[in-house]
Every structure is written in structure tokens, then in C-alpha cells.
């Protein structure tokens, strides 16, 4: 600095009170605002929170979480981000998260592995987080996993809902849905292409499927395993098309029956004329497709909001190692995918 020259006053960054003052409201319920803190009205969090961003306001997390014991940050691991019930599921976290006044630190794991996932989770624990939420976690068990003990963890992985609260899809009912739709379309039997067999969604809907065909007295196709991918349905309709008995195929993903359908039509093989076809997660393009896919839609926005509402109640309370199950409701969405079986492919 120039000799001479006194250096000023340090200016002073925007603050609670500006905040408060620009939304109207009191200095104490910005401070819950910041703190994702329950009891602010909606309309009242948006005001604050529009304000914080005009002004450029910004909480330090550091004197936060000494002054009320919180970073206001939540981490989640998931799998593969390239499957689409893990990212429909992480979507709807953040929009939860984001409405309580959190933020989230996200770490992919790449390979279902059990020394990777223990890796993610020692690096998500040491940072500042307050609570865990597990989407996917492979074949890794509690015990692998290795998290600290007073860590509020939450999961949405049927793998862990006996060590942990769980928010989980209905994919029993979902694939009873979809099974038991094309049998009383007049179908004998139901073909399936699977998910990856390291996945828990995807264990679950076999099982489902193979227990909704013997319960109907029928004898179930052997699987086509797949792994989620439009590839695995693409393969998979080469060999359906092949076999003329094959009149209805339930997928474990939209994906698969994307790939499918492409398959299906390259062989010469209508949907649903020869064909019926369903799928599972219900993404925006199913509607789209040709035909539009008939598919299993989960409610993921109540996923995430259930994950978010579990995880602060820990936060909040305290870790309680209370074992509790919250069970997503799915929905049948019919579409043009599905009809009644012809008499030629009977």
C-alpha cells in the first residue's frame, strides 16, 4: 500500500436485517429460512429467499452450524446417474431439499463394488453435511458401508431398509399392475427383460413378476436379463421376434422398451398388433413414443419429499435408529404399447 494512503473502511456484505427488510418479514424468520427450519409458510420462504437472491445474500455455513448446529447440507449417493430411477429419484430430492432451505453434495459411484461405495460414503460423512440419503447402494450391506454411527441416514435401496428408514417404490404393486393388465388383455403368458441384476428395483420386479404369473397358474417364460439400457431391450427383440408364442413383454425400464420397440419394428413385428409392450418409471418420452408405451409411473415427487421429511425429522431429533418403511404408491398408465393378443401369434 502507498505510503500515505489510509486504507477504508471495509465494506460491509448484505446482511439478515437487509434481508428482512426487503422481504418484509422479521430478522428471526429469515434466520429459519436460511436454516431450512419447518414452520415458514411457502409463500413467506419464497419472499426470503427471492429477497436473499436480489441482495446477493449469502449464510456462512461455518457460523451457521456453530450458532444452531448445522451446515444446512445434505449429501446422497447414488449408483449411476445414467439409470433413470436414480435420477427421477435425485431430481425430486433436490426440489424437496431446495424447499426446506437445503442444499445437497452428490457423489456417483460408478461400479457397484463395496469397497467403492464404503469410499464415497467416508468421503461424504467427513464433509460438512447433516444427513445422508443413500439412493442406490449395489450390494454393499449396512455393516460395509461403514458410516458413522451418529450420522441421520436415510434410504430409498430395498438392500438397506432393515438397517435404516426407508422411502421405497411400491414395485411389487407396480409389476402386478403391468403383469396382471396384459393377462386381462387376453395373453397367455408374459414375457420379462430385466434390470441389472445387481440392482434392488430390478430383483424386486423379477420377483414380482415370476410370484404374478404363478399365482395366475401360469408356468413364466425364463427372464431376458438385461441391464436397464435401450441396448439390452434391442437385443432382446431380435430374440422375441423369433418366438411367435411371445405375445406380451413387461420391461423393467422405459429404456428397455425403447430399445425394444426399435427392435420389434426392424424384425417386422407390430406393436401392439402382434406385440403389447410395457414399461416402468414412466419418463416424458414414453409419452412420445411409437406407439406411446404403456408404463409404471411412480410417484417420485412424494419419493423425494418423504426422503427429505424423514431425513430432517432425524436431523432435528437426533439419530433415533428407529427402523421405519415409507412405501411410494406407482400408477398404471395405459397408452398405446398394449391390446389384445392376435389369434396368428397365439
Given at each position: 500500500m502507498a505510503a500515505g494512503k489510509k486504507r477504508g473502511p471495509k465494506k460491509r456484505g448484505p446482511s439478515i436485517a437487509d434481508v428482512a427488510k426487503l422481504a418484509g418479514v422479521s430478522a428471526q424468520t429469515v434466520s429459519r429460512v436460511s436454516t431450512g427450519h419447518e414452520r415458514v409458510l411457502p409463500e413467506?420462504?419464497?419472499?426470503?429467499?427471492?429477497a436473499m437472491h436480489e441482495i446477493g445474500y449469502s449464510p456462512?455455513?461455518?457460523?451457521?452450524?456453530?450458532?444452531?448446529?448445522?451446515?444446512g447440507t445434505i449429501g446422497l449417493i447414488a449408483q449411476q446417474f445414467d439409470r433413470t430411477g436414480e435420477i427421477l429419484t435425485t431430481a425430486s430430492v433436490i426440489r424437496a431439499a431446495e424447499s426446506l432451505g437445503y442444499s445437497i453434495s452428490i457423489i456417483q459411484v460408478?461400479?457397484?463394488?463395496?469397497?467403492?461405495?464404503?469410499l464415497a460414503?467416508?468421503?461424504?460423512?467427513?464433509?460438512?453435511?447433516?444427513?445422508?440419503?443413500?439412493?442406490?447402494?449395489?450390494?454393499?450391506?449396512?455393516?460395509?458401508?461403514?458410516?458413522?454411527?451418529?450420522?441421520?441416514?436415510?434410504?430409498?435401496?430395498?438392500h438397506l431398509w432393515e438397517d435404516f428408514p426407508s422411502v421405497i417404490v411400491d414395485?411389487?404393486?407396480?409389476?402386478?399392475?403391468?403383469?396382471?393388465?396384459?393377462?386381462?388383455?387376453g395373453h397367455k403368458n408374459v414375457y420379462h427383460v430385466t434390470g441389472d441384476p445387481d440392482s434392488a428395483p430390478a430383483l424386486d420386479r423379477l420377483e414380482a413378476w415370476q410370484?404374478?404369473?404363478?399365482?395366475?397358474?401360469?408356468?413364466?417364460?425364463?427372464a431376458w436379463r438385461g441391464d436397464w439400457t435401450a441396448r439390452s431391450g434391442y437385443e432382446a427383440g431380435k430374440f422375441i421376434a423369433k418366438h411367435p408364442e411371445i405375445t406380451a413383454v413387461y420391461c423393467a425400464n422405459d429404456e428397455t422398451a425403447f430399445g425394444l420397440l426399435r427392435s420389434l419394428q426392424e424384425e417386422g413385428v407390430k406393436?401392439?398388433?402382434?406385440?403389447?409392450?410395457?414399461?416402468?418409471?414412466?419418463?416424458?418420452?414414453?409419452?412420445y413414443s411409437?406407439?406411446?408405451?404403456t408404463t409404471v409411473k411412480p410417484d417420485y415427487d412424494a419419493m423425494g419429499r418423504q426422503l427429505m421429511q424423514r431425513l430432517v425429522h432425524e436431523i432435528e431429533n437426533g439419530r433415533q435408529h428407529q427402523i421405519d418403511r415409507t412405501v411410494v404408491a406407482t400408477e398404471l398408465v395405459v397408452r398405446g404399447s398394449t391390446a389384445p393378443p392376435p389369434n396368428a401369434r397365439r
Amino acid at each position: 500500500m502507498a505510503a500515505g494512503k489510509k486504507r477504508g473502511p471495509k465494506k460491509r456484505g448484505p446482511s439478515i436485517a437487509d434481508v428482512a427488510k426487503l422481504a418484509g418479514v422479521s430478522a428471526q424468520t429469515v434466520s429459519r429460512v436460511s436454516t431450512g427450519h419447518e414452520r415458514v409458510l411457502p409463500e413467506t420462504r419464497k419472499k426470503v429467499l427471492a429477497a436473499m437472491h436480489e441482495i446477493g445474500y449469502s449464510p456462512n455455513s461455518a457460523a451457521r452450524a456453530l450458532r444452531v448446529g448445522k451446515f444446512g447440507t445434505i449429501g446422497l449417493i447414488a449408483q449411476q446417474f445414467d439409470r433413470t430411477g436414480e435420477i427421477l429419484t435425485t431430481a425430486s430430492v433436490i426440489r424437496a431439499a431446495e424447499s426446506l432451505g437445503y442444499s445437497i453434495s452428490i457423489i456417483q459411484v460408478s461400479n457397484p463394488n463395496v469397497d467403492e461405495l464404503q469410499l464415497a460414503s467416508s468421503r461424504l460423512s467427513q464433509q460438512a453435511i447433516d444427513g445422508l440419503i443413500v439412493v442406490r447402494a449395489g450390494l454393499a450391506s449396512a455393516a460395509s458401508l461403514a458410516l458413522p454411527d451418529h450420522l441421520p441416514v436415510v434410504v430409498s435401496d430395498s438392500h438397506l431398509w432393515e438397517d435404516f428408514p426407508s422411502v421405497i417404490v411400491d414395485q411389487a404393486k407396480g409389476t402386478r399392475d403391468a403383469v396382471n393388465h396384459l393377462l386381462s388383455l387376453g395373453h397367455k403368458n408374459v414375457y420379462h427383460v430385466t434390470g441389472d441384476p445387481d440392482s434392488a428395483p430390478a430383483l424386486d420386479r423379477l420377483e414380482a413378476w415370476q410370484n404374478c404369473l404363478v399365482e395366475a397358474g401360469i408356468v413364466p417364460f425364463a427372464a431376458w436379463r438385461g441391464d436397464w439400457t435401450a441396448r439390452s431391450g434391442y437385443e432382446a427383440g431380435k430374440f422375441i421376434a423369433k418366438h411367435p408364442e411371445i405375445t406380451a413383454v413387461y420391461c423393467a425400464n422405459d429404456e428397455t422398451a425403447f430399445g425394444l420397440l426399435r427392435s420389434l419394428q426392424e424384425e417386422g413385428v407390430k406393436v401392439p398388433q402382434d406385440v403389447s409392450v410395457v414399461g416402468f418409471d414412466s419418463i416424458a418420452l414414453s409419452e412420445y413414443s411409437f406407439p406411446p408405451l404403456t408404463t409404471v409411473k411412480p410417484d417420485y415427487d412424494a419419493m423425494g419429499r418423504q426422503l427429505m421429511q424423514r431425513l430432517v425429522h432425524e436431523i432435528e431429533n437426533g439419530r433415533q435408529h428407529q427402523i421405519d418403511r415409507t412405501v411410494v404408491a406407482t400408477e398404471l398408465v395405459v397408452r398405446g404399447s398394449t391390446a389384445p393378443p392376435p389369434n396368428a401369434r397365439r
